[in-house]
């Protein structure tokens, strides 16, 4: 079968010719529809974030898929089955504490592999297996976007810690400003502005008043996305990130995700007494100059929090399936703008200026 | 009767000479025992911290009190209770939203004055008065130590908010790490290490391992008070908070009280995966180099989160209640060293080596 991966020494994905994998005792074999490219492939594929599996020279990509089950191989799945999978898996050693108590995500480095990052292939294949713990069903009908449902699950889990850590008060948030305006932010948006109310959604509150801060000039496909929505774009090169508050209004809650250092500083200044950061970008190592005392004052001074958040779990993933199906057809429409296949992959992977969500489409159901 | 106040244009605290004040209808009049003196009383004195009352030229201190209702003026107190003060009371515009719902230490600037601190005379003189619902009872044989209440509360406070933010998840912490050794960092030392298991307090967890660290040299009477507790005193001049985890251990959870601001952003990195911050010092601003990118990155990859707090309500002022019962007499009698009388105020407001805790006698029960 063909797979998409990376391989030691050579620049950029390649497609690969592997084995079908059989199904171990306990594992279905699934058909892979659909798998989406996000930023952390990127980091994968430019070898900053991510790692091989053991004694493997390649890791196939891909963490965002949806799929069908195409041998049930005695698990209480059905054949036909539209499934995502989640991305965690146990380490080499073994289970842990973390996955007994369906909490992988909490999981520290070295406890956990995950599939198309790092220590276990990914999904990026036109077949794949896994037990069905790690697999959550989606309605047929949403086969074609089903592959969301992973990225909308990192905000619901950001989301649901987010507001764990406002509720030992009455807190009643208006305003909420996404940081990044690819489509992690472009979703999570919509997910801020719509409101979500399902009972297994995390992202239950709809925001009064919403902003996206990105760094793109109009005219711009994500910017008429952020209009649309009815969100305030803020152009970060006129209005940079330290100067919102002045601008429009200090925020009851920042959600960052572009992985830019500074932010997760400047966030704190941005928030509104009591209001909370949630921080997802994954940024390497660099130093910088901060105000920290007026950092740490204001923090204190205005009860302010900042969690950070990485990852998601099973009840994220349901509470995802929800989500997609309360966000509009018009905005799952617009943010998928590349459709690649196997046989030309290259598209998936380029960052064009009018490229919103790719994803690597293996087989249509 | 005799106040101790900071006057516009003097340095230091000084006694003055103010009326007996009547106590409005719905309020009591109450006869001050005893107040603590704390850094937020030396900020309000050294002018970095606080202000006076509109059109007033002195502000009387004091905001740690524990005094008995000598004019229960109709309200349902009763004559001869033992009560401890709240800090915060509505601004001059009146009641709001936060007070309303019995929290105003959620309130922003501005929507609130604080007795003895922002904008409203304190507790240091021989009678104040208050309405009822600022008043929290406490048992007559505590009167000697009730002005410990309000520093108690506020790790009450903080512990509620560190523990709200991991609540989304199973959180099983075993090691806790006080930044500084004045009372309220030995005092939250102690908390911690022997836990408070009563249904008001939010501090019921005891930590397995517990730290202090602090800049004193031994012999100190401080460190001392650690040793006793068993806990482990760190001594930042050997080993500054940066060095913590190889030396000892990463934290599950740090409890900041020194005001320094570095301190803030090296927490990160002192935390154990799924760890929280509890931010309380109030430093002024402060440029200074950190690594953005590592601390951004620790925040998310570990899930790790950064709680600001300040101030308390009346609910955990209840708690702490509780919580003082439980601490062991040696303790509560090795903390204050100092117990100065308004005929001779100084004492109280040094900072000798030797003192912990000081506070202001004004009468006994």
């Avoid at 077949?127 to 959550?136: A, G, K």
């Avoid at 086969?143 to 449902?149: I, N």
């Avoid at 889990?157 to 472009?186: C, D, I, Q």
């Avoid at 297994?200 to 008043?209: G, I, L, T, V």
Wanted: glycine residues 10%; negative net charge; contains cysteine.
């Amino acid at each position: 079968m063909k797979a998409i991966a990376v391989q030691r020494g050579s620049e950029g994905p390649t497609v690969v010719e592997k084995p079908r994998p059989t199904p171990n005792e306990g594992e279905a074999l699934l058909r892979t529809l659909r798998v989406g490219v996000d930023g952390t492939d990127h980091e994968v594929i430019g070898g900053s974030h991510g790692g091989f599996p053991e004694g493997e020279d390649h890791v196939v990509l891909g963490h965002e898929a949806v799929a069908v089950v195409a041998d049930a191989n005695g698990t209480d799945l059905d054949e036909g089955d539209v499934v995502v999978p989640t991305v965690r898996r146990p380490p080499a050693e073994g289970t842990n504490d973390y996955f007994e108590r369906g909490e992988p995500d909490m999981a520290p480095e070295g406890e956990y592999v995950e599939r198309g990052i790092v220590g276990e292939h990914g999904y990026m294949a036109e077949f794949f297996t896994s037990p069905p713990e790690y697999l959550v069903s989606i309605p047929e009908d949403r086969w074609e976007v089903g592959f969301l449902v992973e990225p909308i699950s990192i905000t619901e889990k950001a989301m649901e810690h987010a507001y764990a850590s406002r509720s030992a008060f009455e807190w009643t948030p208006e305003s909420a400003l996404v940081l990044g305006n690819r489509s992690l932010g472009l979703i999570t948006l919509a997910m801020l502005e719509y409101g979500v109310d399902s009972d297994r959604s995390f992202a239950a509150h709809d925001f009064e008043r919403t902003y996206c801060l990105g760094r793109r000039e109009r005219p711009d496909p994500t910017v008429d996305i952020i209009d649309e929505i009815g969100a305030t774009y803020v152009n970060s090169n006129e209005t940079p990130l330290e100067t919102v508050p002045e601008t429009y209004e200090s925020m009851d809650f920042v959600y960052e995700a572009t992985g830019y250092a500074p932010h997760a500083f400047e966030t704190v200044e941005a928030l509104s007494p009591n209001g909370v950061g949630a921080l997802l970008g994954i940024p390497d190592s660099w130093e910088f100059e901060v105000d920290g005392g007026r950092i740490h004052n204001e923090l204190v001074l205005h009860n302010k929090a900042l969690v950070g958040t990485v990852n998601s779990h099973v009840k994220h993933f349901e509470g995802a399936v929800d989500t997609l199906d309360e966000l509009p057809d018009w905005l799952l429409a617009d943010l998928v703008t590349t459709v690649a296949t196997p046989d030309d992959v290259a598209p998936a992977f380029e960052y064009g200026d009018d490229q919103i969500k790719a994803v690597v489409e293996f087989d249509r159901l």
